[in-house]
């Protein structure tokens, strides 16, 4: 745990870089929201790991451009992407989604942020892994607790302080 300055890359690629000095080895799969630092400082501190974006904020993402109506079937077929075996069957399934969602929302599509290194599906990655690699909520739940502490009590005070008590706070947690 390291203090930084709000998700600036050097914040986490000083977290990163202490985490490697300690003897963690390079993950093979790093999972994030849409924070730039963070992929920044990922591709600086461990340059082979692979990225895949949390799926439950990119699903955010994609169906807040998208009519309340058309949420159910969207949620569908995105989960024919998460869900593909082989990247061809996800690229397939991204395609399908453009033709049936992509006019109402172009820039919200599963394919807008993707890249060839930040697949959307879990290809590559043995399937018992796929539930624990969709999401980082459990990661941003615990956060919040810290958050809404810090707001009830207007600040921490000292930056040890601060330190001291998002650590009892995600001990708890």
């Not at 807040?64 to 061809?88: F, N, T, V």
């Not at 615990?142 to 302080?161: E, F, I, P, Q």
Request: glycine share 8%.
């Amino acid at each position: 745990m390291a203090d930084g300055y709000r998700e600036s890359a050097e914040s986490w690629a000083d977290l990163l870089r202490g985490c490697r000095r300690r003897g963690m080895a390079a993950p093979v799969l790093a999972v994030g929201d849409g924070a730039l630092g963070f992929w920044t400082a990922v591709r600086e501190v461990f340059p082979a790991s692979r990225e895949r974006r949390c799926w439950f904020h990119k699903q955010a993402n994609v169906l807040a451009g998208l009519p309340k109506s058309a949420h159910p079937g969207a949620i569908s077929a995105m989960r024919e992407i998460d869900d593909a075996e082989h990247i061809y069957h996800a690229q397939v399934a991204i395609k399908a989604f453009e033709v049936d969602y992509g006019a109402t929302c172009p820039q919200r599509s599963p394919r807008s942020s993707a890249t060839p290194t930040c697949p959307w599906s879990s290809t590559g990655i043995p399937a018992e892994h796929w539930i624990h690699l969709r999401t980082t909520n459990p990661i941003d739940s615990t956060c919040a607790t810290v958050r809404l502490r810090t707001k009830v009590t207007k600040g921490c005070g000292s930056r040890a302080a601060g330190i001291v008590m998002a650590y009892q706070l995600i001990d708890a947690a």
